[in-house]
């Protein structure tokens, strides 16, 4: 015997091995709450008042169909109407049914289960049906409650009725009407059950027909015949109070089967805005149909295929779409809100779809709306389309993500997908401000989103530099494999040195450029592609502790802003040497897999696995990491920090054991930023996310023209004119563009401070590397044209950085000017040829400043 344990003994830790790998992975595929830890959908029927609810002050009336939900928006200003649907939604030849049914729903719930994602609507799956309820909680809000699902109306009939009861209120019924209330319901009595074919639901349904004879209402009455017994019991004197006994009878009910969802809307008026609320903490839904995303006001605003006018989409700084613009075999416009969350898995990467800040908005004859998206804004993407590809109709709309998800992939050997969600709803809030104006311009409507931001408080005594800003990325060191004793060996290689840093900082400053702020990049542990901050490493190669406080004092004795650069939510080249284990410090998707990240290959645009990964970090990790870098640049007596993700990346991690949500993330991240604040540090952060805004002191790399997708008509500088005055900007790098000019002209155009960047070495060294994308860079063949082009351009612009822009117009297809508060108008011609014009001549590829007078 132990000689056959002996032969069975390695197949026993085999068999142990795979089962103990099951475990670990197949049970998160089913863990999560079941039925019982989910509180049922509650079913909703309106039969009250038909009289329209009011909401009304002195700018705008809103006014609610009781009946169906639909709403408008009167703008008393300009006379605008806004619907909450087309008027015309029902009639739409160009529609499609389930399209029709669309246009009149207010809400769309998304559901995914093994079949799929599945849409349904509130028009076809509430509101025909009356499966809501409303309530005027004061003269300035109104709330509607839906119960979104196949959901059977409640009738006032009796389901089961004692045969004395129901002979009484026959006979008080017509003869015509008898017959037709006996062919709907059938007679159950005590001793002839057996004959019943459903008998064991019936006892279940209605146990005392063990006892006494019952009317049973027929299983496969109509909602139609339903509605006529109704009124035929009523005529035979059948109350609330009757029905009430009678129901007295039933033990269980069959229920509604399938899917069903309670979704809240609240609406208030709040100064001159409407407000629309969905608060996440009332979605209720069942086990089987998670809900995974949420469309609101789907076509709020939607305008018709005779209408002139435009809807604004947060590309770039901002972009129009006009009404009805014959872009059909364009794809529609679709954006994520603070670009992709990568908790989520992604075999393909065409086209990076971000939007710094949440608005959208839409033109009405001469007034207009912008949507302020305020609550849940990371879990948004932004849709709009034209009117004649799915209907007539314009529109522009938000959607939401509530539960996350991911498919898991169970195994090699079938197609088979599992898909796996996130433990419970958010604790979050969508919020819609709707801000109407008696302008249908684009500047007005920046001006107004600037207007905005003002009054949320976070901007008081903001005020940009006088002088435009300059931005100067320096890159410290890379990494880059070389030969050492014949053997290929990783190394840090340095491309600016802090002795080189400090050169260049002389050179810009003896030439009298303003407002510097210059970003040191690869200064420490391991170089660009920065390994983990469980400590901060200053690199010897770039010349140590040393060389970092020569480079220090010198900017200060120069008043040149100093930020180090530092990356906390990705490990790159990172392992237990570095005190990172991707089994406990990567963040995991939703299948409970770690978020392991692989370049993407610019032929195929799938993942790349032949490179090594990086792995997105846990928020509690990468927090302690921002903590460790703000520490030890104040402990170096620095005075500003980098930071290369906050504010521009936002990533959740939905390990099942502590969940963080991409909002909570927002929270820590804008901790980050008050932290770095309070312990003396000025912040530069890039791209600019909106949450970030407020709490830095430069924002760099601003996307100024974002992806010119088909379907756009202009780009607008919708951004750059809120913000301007407010904070200091800059575009992308000019060293690092593809048209140098037309990066730089843009950023005229936009009055935007200029980014550089440098590396003090030859950019040869970067051969055999994956850092070509500095090669650009080389400072000493771009000092002698750049220096003198960014010191003309601060004089140029002198005055106006802090002035508020009030106007921008295209004056020709490639020409544009924007106008400033005192009057000074900057010409921008990005045409070979020159543009003359109303005496005002300006060069091809240049720019004109005509100062106000």
Same mark, same amino acid.
């Given at each position: 015997?132990?000689?056959?344990?002996?032969?069975?003994?390695?197949?026993?830790?085999?068999?142990?091995?795979?089962?103990?790998l099951?475990?670990?992975?197949?049970?998160?595929?089913?863990?999560?709450? #079941?039925?019982? /830890?989910?509180?049922?959908?509650?079913?909703?029927?309106?039969?009250?008042?038909?009289?329209?609810?009011?909401?009304?002050?002195?700018?705008?009336?809103?006014?609610?169909?009781?009946?169906?939900?639909?709403?408008?928006?009167?703008?008393?200003?300009?006379?605008?109407?806004?619907?909450?649907?087309?008027?015309?939604?029902?009639?739409?030849?160009?529609?499609?049914?389930?399209?029709?049914?669309?246009?009149?729903?207010?809400?769309? =719930?998304?559901?995914?289960?093994?079949?799929?994602?599945?849409?349904?609507?509130?028009?076809?799956?509430?509101?025909?049906?009356?499966?809501f309820?409303?309530e005027?909680?004061?003269?300035?809000?109104?709330?509607?409650?839906?119960?979104?699902?196949?959901?059977?109306?409640?009738?006032?009939?009796?389901?089961?009725?004692?045969?004395?009861?129901?002979?009484?209120?026959?006979? @008080?019924m017509?003869?015509?009407?008898?017959?037709?209330?006996?062919? @709907?319901?059938?007679? &159950?009595e005590?001793?002839?059950?057996?004959?019943?074919e459903?008998?064991?639901e019936?006892?279940?349904?209605?146990?005392?027909?063990?006892?006494?004879?019952?009317?049973?209402?027929?299983?496969?009455?109509?909602?139609?015949?339903?509605?006529?017994?109704?009124?035929?019991?009523?005529?035979?004197?059948?109350?609330?109070?009757?029905?009430?006994?009678?129901?007295?009878?039933? $033990?269980?009910?069959?229920?509604?089967t /399938?899917?069903?969802? @309670?979704?809240?809307?609240?609406?208030?008026?709040q100064?001159?805005?409407?407000?629309?609320?969905?608060?996440?903490?009332?979605?209720?839904?069942?086990?089987?149909?998670?809900?995974?995303?949420?469309?609101?006001?789907?076509?709020?605003?939607?305008?018709?295929?005779?209408?002139?006018?435009?809807?604004?989409?947060?590309?770039?700084?901002?972009?129009?779409?006009?009404?009805?613009?014959?872009?059909l075999?364009?794809?529609?416009? &679709?954006?994520?809100?603070?670009?992709?969350?990568?908790s989520?898995?992604?075999?393909?990467? =065409?086209?990076?779809?971000?939007?710094?800040?949440?608005?959208?908005?839409?033109?009405?004859?001469?007034?207009?709306?912008?949507?302020?998206?305020?609550?849940?804004?990371?879990?948004?993407?932004?849709?709009?389309?034209?009117?004649?590809r799915?209907?007539?109709?314009?529109?522009?709309?938000?959607? &939401?993500a509530?539960?996350?998800?991911?498919?898991?992939?169970?195994?090699?050997?079938?197609?088979?997908?599992?898909?796996?969600?996130?433990?419970?709803?958010?604790?979050?809030?969508?919020?819609?401000?709707?801000r109407?104006?008696?302008?249908?311009?684009?500047?007005?409507?920046?001006?107004?989103?600037?207007?905005?931001?003002?009054?949320t408080?976070?901007?008081?005594?903001?005020?940009?530099?006088?002088?435009?800003?300059?931005?100067?990325?320096?890159?410290?060191?890379?990494?880059?494999? =070389?030969?050492? $004793?014949?053997?290929?060996?990783?190394?840090?290689?340095?491309?600016?040195?802090?002795?080189?840093?400090?050169?260049?900082?002389?050179?810009?400053?003896?030439?009298?450029?303003?407002?510097?702020?210059i970003?040191?990049?690869?200064?420490?542990?391991?170089?660009?592609?920065?390994? +983990?901050?469980?400590?901060?490493?200053?690199?010897?190669?770039?010349?140590?502790?040393?060389?970092?406080?020569?480079l220090?004092?010198?900017?200060?004795?120069?008043?040149?802003?100093?930020y180090?650069?530092?990356?906390?939510?990705?490990a790159?080249?990172?392992?237990?040497?570095?005190?990172?284990?991707?089994?406990?410090?990567?963040?995991?998707?939703?299948?409970?897999?770690?978020?392991?990240?692989?370049?993407?290959?610019?032929?195929?645009?799938?993942?790349?696995?032949?490179?090594?990964?990086?792995?997105?970090?846990?928020?509690?990790?990468?927090?302690?990491?921002?903590?460790?870098?703000?520490?030890?640049?104040?402990?170096?007596?620095?005075?500003g920090?980098?930071?290369?993700?906050?504010?521009?990346?936002?990533s959740? #991690?939905?390990?099942?054991? #502590?969940?963080?949500t991409?909002?909570?993330?927002?929270?820590?991240?804008?901790?980050?930023?008050?932290?770095?604040?309070?312990?003396?540090?000025?912040?530069?952060?890039?791209?600019?996310?909106?949450?970030?805004?407020?709490?830095?002191?430069?924002?760099?790399?601003?996307?100024?023209?974002?992806?010119?997708?088909?379907?756009?008509?202009?780009?607008?500088?919708?951004?750059?004119?809120?913000?301007?005055?407010?904070k200091?900007?800059?575009?992308?790098?000019?060293?690092? $563009?593809?048209?140098?000019?037309?990066?730089?002209?843009?950023?005229?155009?936009?009055?935007?401070?200029?980014?550089?960047?440098?590396?003090?070495?030859?950019t040869?060294?970067?051969?055999?590397?994956?850092?070509?994308?500095?090669?650009?860079?080389?400072?000493?063949?771009?000092?002698?044209?750049?220096?003198?082009?960014?010191?003309?351009?601060?004089?140029?612009?002198a005055?106006? @950085?802090?002035?508020?822009?009030?106007?921008?117009?295209?004056?020709?297809?490639? +020409?544009?000017?924007?106008?400033?508060? #005192?009057?000074t108008?900057?010409?921008?011609?990005?045409?070979?040829?020159?543009?003359?014009?109303?005496? +005002?001549?300006?060069?091809?590829?240049?720019?004109? +400043?005509?100062?106000?007078?």
């Open positions: 015997m132990n000689k056959t344990l002996k032969r069975l003994l390695p197949w026993i830790i085999v068999l142990a091995a795979i089962a103990a099951v475990l670990f992975v197949f049970v998160p595929i089913y863990s999560g709450k #079941d039925d019982d /830890g989910l509180i049922e959908p509650e079913i909703f029927f309106y039969e009250g008042e038909t009289k329209p609810l009011v909401m009304e002050n002195d700018r705008i009336r809103f006014e609610m169909d009781r009946k169906t939900t639909h709403f408008t928006v009167t703008d008393k200003t300009t006379g605008s109407v806004y619907y909450s649907n087309p008027k015309d939604a029902a009639k739409d030849s160009k529609a499609i049914q389930s399209n029709r049914n669309l246009m009149q729903a207010t809400l769309v =719930v998304t559901y995914t289960n093994s079949a799929g994602s599945i849409d349904m609507d509130n028009f076809v799956y509430s509101i025909q049906n009356s499966n309820q409303i005027q909680v004061s003269e300035n809000e109104i709330s509607v409650e839906y119960a979104i699902g196949k959901i059977e109306r409640e009738y006032m009939i009796p389901s089961a009725i004692t045969k004395e009861r129901y002979d009484y209120f026959r006979g @008080n017509k003869k015509s009407t008898q017959k037709k209330v006996a062919s @709907n319901y059938s007679l &159950y005590p001793d002839k059950l057996d004959k019943k459903n008998k064991d019936v006892i279940a349904l209605y146990p005392s027909v063990l006892e006494q004879p019952l009317y049973i209402l027929n299983a496969g009455t109509t909602a139609t015949n339903k509605e006529k017994l109704e009124g035929y019991f009523e005529e035979g004197g059948y109350n609330a109070d009757e029905y009430a006994e009678d129901m007295k009878l039933v $033990a269980g009910k069959r229920g509604t /399938g899917p069903v969802f @309670n979704v809240t809307m609240n609406f208030r008026l100064d001159n805005d409407l407000v629309m609320e969905v608060p996440y903490s009332e979605i209720r839904y069942r086990a089987d149909y998670p809900i995974t995303s949420l469309t609101v006001l789907p076509m709020f605003g939607a305008t018709d295929d005779k209408t002139d006018g435009f809807i604004l989409v947060p590309e770039g700084g901002g972009a129009i779409i006009r009404y009805n613009n014959g872009k075999r364009q794809n529609a416009y &679709y954006s994520n809100v603070y670009g992709w969350n990568y989520t898995y992604r075999a393909e990467l =065409v086209n990076e779809t971000r939007s710094n800040f949440p608005v959208f908005g839409m033109t009405a004859g001469d007034g207009s709306f912008l949507c302020l998206m305020e609550g849940a804004t990371s879990y948004a993407s932004i849709q709009a389309d034209i009117s004649m799915n209907n007539s109709y314009n529109w522009a709309r938000a959607k &939401y509530v539960l996350h998800f991911d498919q898991y992939n169970v195994s090699t050997k079938t197609t088979s997908l599992v898909y796996m969600y996130e433990d419970e709803i958010p604790d979050d809030t969508i919020i819609h401000r709707y109407f104006l008696d302008s249908a311009n684009y500047v007005d409507m920046a001006n107004a989103y600037g207007d905005y931001l003002k009054e408080g976070l901007y008081e005594n903001s005020t940009a530099s006088e002088h435009t800003p300059i931005s100067v990325e320096l890159v410290g060191a890379i990494n880059k494999t =070389v030969v050492k $004793a014949g053997l290929p060996v990783d190394s840090v290689v340095a491309t600016t040195t802090f002795d080189q840093a400090r050169q260049i900082l002389a050179d810009m400053d003896g030439i009298g450029l303003e407002n510097l702020n970003r040191m990049s690869g200064w420490a542990n391991g170089g660009i592609n920065q390994q +983990v901050l469980t400590g901060v490493h200053i690199l010897n190669e770039l010349g140590g502790k040393d060389g970092m406080g020569r220090i004092a010198d900017a200060k004795e120069k008043g040149i802003a100093l180090f650069d530092g990356i906390s939510c990705f790159y080249d990172s392992g237990m040497a570095e005190g990172f284990m991707p089994i406990r410090d990567a963040a995991r998707l939703a299948t409970n897999e770690q978020a392991k990240i692989y370049p993407y290959d610019q032929i195929t645009f799938r993942s790349d696995d032949f490179y090594d990964p990086f792995y997105l970090v846990r928020p509690e990790f990468a927090k302690r990491s921002t903590d460790n870098l703000i520490a030890a640049l104040v402990k170096e007596q620095a005075e920090v980098a930071f290369r993700d906050i504010g521009y990346l936002l959740g #991690d939905y390990n099942p054991k #502590d969940t963080v991409r909002e909570e993330v927002k929270a820590l991240n804008v901790q980050s930023m008050l932290d770095a604040k309070a312990a003396g540090q000025k912040v530069m952060i890039k791209a600019g996310n909106d949450y970030a805004l407020p709490y830095a002191d430069i924002i760099t790399d601003v996307d100024l023209t974002g992806t010119k997708y088909a379907i756009l008509d202009q780009q607008v500088p919708f951004w750059q004119i809120a913000v301007h005055g407010m200091d900007y800059t575009g992308k790098p000019l060293t690092l $563009a593809g048209d140098m000019v037309g990066e730089f002209l843009k950023c005229v155009e936009t009055g935007s401070g200029l980014n550089l960047t440098f590396m003090y070495e030859d040869k060294i970067l051969q055999d590397t994956r850092h070509t994308t500095f090669f650009g860079s080389y400072y000493a063949s771009n000092k002698e044209k750049l220096l003198p082009m960014a010191l003309q351009y601060q004089k140029d612009m005055g106006l @950085n802090q002035q508020q822009i009030i106007s921008h117009e295209q004056l020709a297809e490639d +020409v544009v000017v924007t106008g400033y508060e #005192d009057g108008k900057v010409y921008v011609n990005y045409a070979v040829d020159a543009y003359e014009k109303d005496g +005002v001549t300006v060069n091809g590829r240049s720019y004109y +400043v005509e100062r106000g007078k």
